[in-house]
């Protein structure tokens, strides 16, 4: 059922990388916001001045938009409710604190860190909540401008009610109550003059006409203090939504231990965007009829924001490499190869400059390896080894397997029959193989074997209706490191038994 007049907003902080836990967090905006027929919005939130970069948000909307998402609103498209960065919105925010405190909803307060530190350690010493004690609650209005006035430094806190409870109906997890005795009467602005996260937040989404508020369950604690904020200001709170964490599979908060988690280290290690989107919906949320395989339109379409699991989100790298390898196989080899290629590049192993003819054989190659690589960054592993030939450098296994009566003849047979033959390939290998099966009598793992081996150097590996065209091919070509074709390598293995 849509609702109207859908509007969702994305804030992050550019104060570093977007990982997955924010990424799925934005994703899960979107795909709200697209299945309502509603409006995503980006919201930049750069009040922390030490901590925020330029080139963190340019990078944070590059990874976003190469994570697939778009927004109808923000700090690089415009709108009607912007500035959409909250270091251009300071003056809104000085207007509303004005406002509070001549109402009388919000105070001065004059105590130093230090003398909060002291109120803090002494409250938990007791046993109790580290709650601001209101000190300054009672300073009367005049005395605290003189004050002001004079040049002393103050925060400014929201009058609270100090006790009784709070209630909201969160989308995700139902009904939630606050002591409202353990909130305190929180900052609205710093003595620095910036307006506090939870005060900020509140003017922009009032303003902004943000109707849901999507965002991780470390924001709960935040939401008393903001619904108190939205009463003070005369405004209507959003509907809240609260993700469950993303943990790792030791079921700790994911981090850098576990493996890649920003998300342009997944888009460097060559995760398809579309596949990553894919996981990152299933990370707390099951589409109907439990199909795991899908586009960005047909996550949009099935998602079911009050579908989503309180749950913690396991992120099982397993997992997203299956998802990944799925959609890798549904590109064409054409893309397949494009995507390979800068990787094999960096390598070594793929010139500078690709001809048609290499392209025609990468082609082939991606092809042939795709069903054997997790992503493409895996690439240069697997093509390597068509590359690499060395007799002396093989698997003891495969050097003991060579040195068989049985297997020696039929080597030796091999590169008397494939030195005559000009232009091999597939098909007359398996002429060549049944001739050998006929003089020898060796058929089976004893024919197929030795014959891999002597043309791979492994006892495993690519099915050889495969690599034996591309090895052909290849030898045709020039690389940074040069190809030999199937004659080559069996008359080189034949030396080394010899």
């Known amino acids: 059922m849509m609702m109207e007049n859908i509007r969702i907003r994305f804030a ?32 930049i939130e750069d009040t922390d001045l030490e901590r925020s970069a330029v080139e963190y948000e340019k990078k944070l909307i590059e990874d976003l938009k190469w994570l697939g998402l778009d927004w109808d609103e923000g700090p690089d498209r415009g709108g009607n409710f912007g500035p959409y960065r909250q270091s251009l919105r300071l003056e809104i925010y000085k207007t509303y604190t004005q406002r509070l405190l001549k ?13 909060l530190e002291t109120e803090r350690k002494k409250a938990i010493a007791s046993g109790k909540m580290p709650v601001y004690s209101g000190k300054c609650r009672s300073i009367p209005k005049d005395e605290s401008l003189r004050r002001i006035e004079a040049g002393e430094q103050a925060a400014v806190r929201l009058r609270t009610p100090g006790n009784g409870s709070l209630t909201y109906i969160d989308l995700v997890r139902g009904k939630i109550e606050f002591d409202l005795g353990l909130v305190g009467d929180p ?28 965002r991780g369950e470390d924001h709960i604690s935040n939401t008393p203090r903001q619904i108190l ?27 850098k231990r576990h493996g890649a988690t920003a998300v342009g280290q997944f888009k460097k290690d060559g995760i398809l965007s579309s596949a990553l989107f894919n996981y990152l919906a299933l990370l707390g949320w099951t589409p109907p009829g439990g199909r795991e395989i899908l586009t960005r339109k047909e996550l949009a379409e099935t998602f079911v924001l009050k579908k989503v699991s309180r749950s913690s989100a396991i992120f099982d790298y397993d997992k997203l490499h299956w998802i990944n390898r799925q959609h890798m196989q549904k590109l064409t080899s054409r893309q397949q190869a494009e ?33 054997r690589v997790n992503r493409f960054s895996d690439f240069p592993a697997q093509v390597a080894m068509i590359f690499d030939f060395s007799p002396q450098d093989m698997e003891h296994e495969a050097k003991e397997e060579l040195r068989k009566d049985t297997a020696f003849r039929v080597i030796k047979l091999f590169n008397e029959k494939i030195s005559q033959i000009k232009e091999f390939d597939f098909d007359k290998f398996a002429v060549v193989a049944k001739e050998i099966k006929t003089e020898t009598g060796c058929k ?33 070509l020039d690389f940074p490191v040069t190809m030999k074709n199937c004659a080559q390598r069996v008359s080189e293995v034949l030396d080394f038994l010899e």
């Open 12 to 43: 992050p902080s550019p104060t570093g990388f977007i990982h997955v836990g924010n990424a799925r967090t934005a994703l899960f905006n979107w795909l709200f916001a697209r299945q309502q027929g509603g409006t995503f919005i980006l919201r």
């Open 103 to 115: 109402e009388g909803k919000a105070y001065y307060c004059f105590c130093t860190p230090e003398e």
């Open 187 to 214: 900052v609205l602005v710093r003595s620095s003059g910036l307006p506090a996260y939870n005060y900020a937040v509140v003017i922009d989404d009032s303003l902004m006409e943000v109707t849901h508020v999507i």
């Open 229 to 255: 904020t939205y009463k003070a200001l005369g405004f209507s709170p959003p509907h809240f939504a609260h993700l469950s964490m993303v943990m790792g599979k030791d079921n700790t908060r994911l981090s």
């Open 339 to 371: 995507l390979a290629y800068p990787y094999l590049k960096d390598s070594g192993l793929m010139p500078e400059v690709m001809s048609d003819a290499h392209w025609i054989w990468l082609e082939r190659v991606a092809a042939s390896l795709i069903q």
């Open 444 to 476: 089976g793992k004893d024919l197929y074997h030795p014959l891999r081996i002597a043309l791979t150097t492994r006892g495993s590996g690519l099915d050889l209706d495969k690599f034996i065209p591309i090895v052909e091919q290849g030898a045709k």
